[in-house]
């Protein structure tokens, strides 16, 4: 309800969509990779971490470790060392070795194009799988990072004890016949900039009146 008009989910869904392509057109993908196997192995990266943080150690290791054949061979004190500045670093030199040998046996060296292959790689959860369809294979997937979760229950998308899948399937659902990738950096644009974990900046958001952290604090 906005005002006294009862609104139905197709109408909000309008309403964040027209929104958001207002403010956020060209929202799209902040980690910095020139290869596609470069992708995924940010990706993988970037759990519990900035995509900035991930943006500095990645030329390392990729000065360190030019080709996938490199980093198949490298030595893993020699991976972690490239990464050490981000969270997690000695499991995620670990996994991001075996995917270069992953790759290289089972793939041809190629990313796979779907989630079931990718989803065989060490670290590659359903998140990161999609992630990397959405980027390099376009597929028409909704990642739901932690930016995503957080926005969808505030606007009331999804609930407060809902985990990731049901978040995903229902944001999905609710934004049916849009343009999920498009959807999805334009939530974690807004995410990381304006609607922030702590101290949003409500301020400057036109969607506070269909917002549960908006009608949460003016009580």
Request: contains cysteine.
């Amino acid at each position: 309800m906005i005002g006294s008009i009862v609104m139905t989910n197709k109408q909000k869904a309008e309403i964040i969509v027209n929104y958001f392509n207002e403010i956020l057109p060209t929202a799209s993908c902040e980690l910095d990779y020139s290869t596609d196997y470069g992708l995924l192995i940010s990706v993988v990266l970037s759990a519990q971490t900035t995509d900035k943080s991930v943006n500095k150690v990645t030329p390392i290791l990729f000065n360190k470790f030019p080709t996938l054949e490199d980093l198949a061979k490298a030595d893993i004190k020699d991976v972690e060392l490239c990464i050490k500045q981000i969270g997690l670093y000695h499991a995620k030199a670990k996994n991001i070795k075996l995917i270069a040998v992953d790759l290289i046996k089972k793939f041809n060296g190629k990313v796979p194009n779907n989630k079931k292959d990718l989803m065989s790689l060490p670290g590659v959860g359903n998140k990161t799988a999609n992630v990397v369809l959405c980027e390099l294979f376009h597929q028409n997937e909704f990642p739901v990072d932690t930016h995503v979760h957080r926005l969808a229950k505030r606007l009331k998308i999804a609930k407060e004890e809902d985990n990731v899948e049901t978040t995903e399937n229902k944001l999905r659902k609710f934004f049916k016949g849009y343009d999920y990738i498009l959807l999805h950096h334009q939530f974690i644009h807004f995410g990381r900039y304006t609607c922030l974990a702590r101290s949003p900046h409500c301020e400057n958001c036109k969607l506070s009146l269909i917002c549960r952290e908006f009608n949460k604090n003016k009580k």
